[in-house]
């Protein structure tokens, strides 16, 4: 699973996807993720990183860390190759 | 040096569409609702649990004040009756005769609630299609304003009174035609076929009763107010007419209840708030209405109003708690919530404003509010914004305060503690939550199922 590495993600969670013209609006935390996934970094570097950052259980980020991915692949912001 | 993590939020993104803003824009602006009359939110869960209702004193009572303020600066004579079955439970109640509400009940079981609470049975109006003969007594004993609901109650009361020989005070409810569709023509005696003055005229012939007053309920969550102006004329009517064939003066015109709340009804355009007519409004046509009828000065009738809803709607909030989070098989989001329809019955008509408790990000999903019963029913909002909500994450439901506390189910989980908060900002259980001991106390087991082997 990679992350179109085109997307402009702004700080303040603005997503723009310009192979398509759309665009998205995510929160802080989904911000993050996407930034990190556009660094390559895996799961347990995403899982780590994040459980630094903010006051949260690994096995919730995980769980929602799924369902934020599901909706990328949704939204065709990732690639499942 | 040890520094202190960010709150988080469960990651969501939107797509951002153009061109489908309705006028009104989209909601983003929630804020969190973290306390009620100055006490916390969170520290309400922690000390009663989740679920919980929460009831405002101070709500009730500036409320009532308010509805008091707009009929009495209009009227010379209003009386307000409190309606049993809007919210029955006693504290509650007791704050409405502390503010000088009578009661109005509408069965033996709250006829009963509000003689336990100490209600003076002359102070109590006895509304409803059921009342037994021995139901009847009772009221007829206690001195109590009975509104006769049909013929075959009429009867029953005539039969009572000449064995008791002992004078009842009756008034007679009346549905009519207020330009309101469907018409309420379930209750009481028909006012345009004549049935109404029919039984005006069984019970002016009747040894033992006394003609009092006359009532009415026209609806539920009413819209017009035109509907109350022509409802008071019509009752009017009544009352002048009865006083030229049988010169007996009638004290009371009952308007009942059916103000509304500003909750939002299911498939309402606008908002609550931007469709209902205030309080004034209401109070000035119904009184407009009453006093160029054209009675003389010494036969102006007391104005009675059994506004249930619309004084203590507002007083109630259910907090609770998010149970899970989900997405359904078309990508919509679903929360689950701790609190369902078997304790928010009122979901089934309105979309309830639903507000976190804790603090969030501008970041809202489109998502349903599901309740934690096990069937598909269970719907507490079908689609509603609000902010990427956590497991664990508080809410508040607002304006619940009228009927759910009374029609409310004990259906597959238990039904929770009731509170209030008083105008010097102290919480009280005023209803214990239910357990499995309440529920099983009243059954009965046959010595042949007691024991079983698997």
Request: with cysteine; glycine share 6%; hydrophobic share 40%.
């Amino acid at each position: 699973m990679k992350i179109h590495s085109n997307l402009a993600v702004s700080d303040s969670g603005f997503i723009f996807n310009p192979s398509n013209g759309d665009s998205f609006s995510t929160n802080v935390v989904g911000a993050d993720i996407i930034r990190l996934l556009k660094l390559g970094k895996s799961l347990t570097d995403i899982k780590k990183d994040i459980s630094v950052k903010y006051d949260v259980e690994p096995t919730v980020f995980e769980k929602d860390y799924e369902d934020f991915i599901s909706q990328l692949q949704d939204h065709f912001l990732v690639n499942n190759d | 040096m040890k520094t202190e993590k960010l709150k988080y939020e469960r990651p969501a993104i939107r797509k951002m569409n153009t061109g489908l803003m309705n006028k009104f824009g989209t909601r983003t602006e929630y804020a969190p609702f973290t306390h009620i009359d100055g006490v916390s939110v969170k520290e309400l869960i922690n000390k009663y649990g989740s679920p919980c209702f929460v009831i405002s004193e101070r709500t009730i009572r500036k409320t009532y004040q308010n509805a008091v303020r707009a009929f009495k600066t209009r009227y010379p004579k209003v009386q307000f009756a409190w309606s049993y079955k809007t919210n029955y439970i006693d504290a509650v109640c007791n704050v409405f005769h502390q503010e000088g509400s009578w009661a109005e009940v509408v069965s033996i079981f709250e006829y009963t609630k509000a003689i336990e609470n100490g209600v003076p049975g002359n102070k109590i109006i006895f509304n409803g299609p059921e009342k037994t003969k021995a139901d009847l007594q009772i009221a007829l004993e206690n001195n109590s304003y009975i509104h006769v609901d049909h013929f075959d109650e009429l009867y029953d009361l005539i039969e009572l009174t000449q064995e008791l020989k002992k004078t009842a005070k009756v008034a007679i409810r009346v549905n009519m035609d207020t330009g309101v569709y469907p018409m309420w023509d379930r209750f009481g005696f028909n006012y345009e076929s004549g049935q109404a003055w029919n039984a005006i005229n069984k019970i002016m012939a009747s040894e033992y009763l006394e003609m009092v007053g006359l009532h009415c309920h026209i609806g539920t969550f009413m819209l017009d107010t035109n509907a109350y102006a022509i409802a008071a004329a019509k009752l009017s009517d009544l009352a002048v007419n009865i006083k030229y064939v049988f010169n007996k003066t009638i004290q009371y015109l009952d308007l009942g209840g059916g103000f509304p709340s500003a909750n939002t009804l299911r498939g309402a355009y606008l908002p609550g708030p931007d469709m209902i007519p205030s309080i004034d409004e209401f109070a000035e046509v119904i009184t407009n209405t009453i006093l160029n009828y054209g009675y003389k000065k010494e036969d102006l009738p007391l104005l009675i109003l059994e506004t249930g809803r619309a004084m203590i709607d507002d007083a109630g909030y259910l907090l609770g708690s998010v149970i899970a989070n989900k997405r359904l098989s078309d990508g919509r989001r679903a929360t689950i919530m701790d609190f369902g329809v078997n304790i928010l019955f009122t979901a089934f008509w309105y979309e309830h404003k639903i507000t976190p408790a804790q603090e969030f990000s501008s970041h809202t999903e489109d998502m349903v509010i599901y309740g934690p019963l096990c069937m598909n029913i269970d719907v507490v909002r079908s689609s509603v914004t609000l902010p990427a909500l956590n497991r664990g994450d508080h809410v508040v439901v607002h304006k619940v305060g009228a009927y759910n506390m009374t029609q409310w189910m004990q259906f597959i989980a238990m039904r929770p503690k009731v509170t209030l908060i008083d105008t010097n900002g102290e919480s009280h259980v005023i209803r214990e939550n239910e357990t499995v001991k309440t529920i099983t106390e009243p059954e009965r087991m046959p010595e042949h199922l007691k024991t079983f082997n698997l």
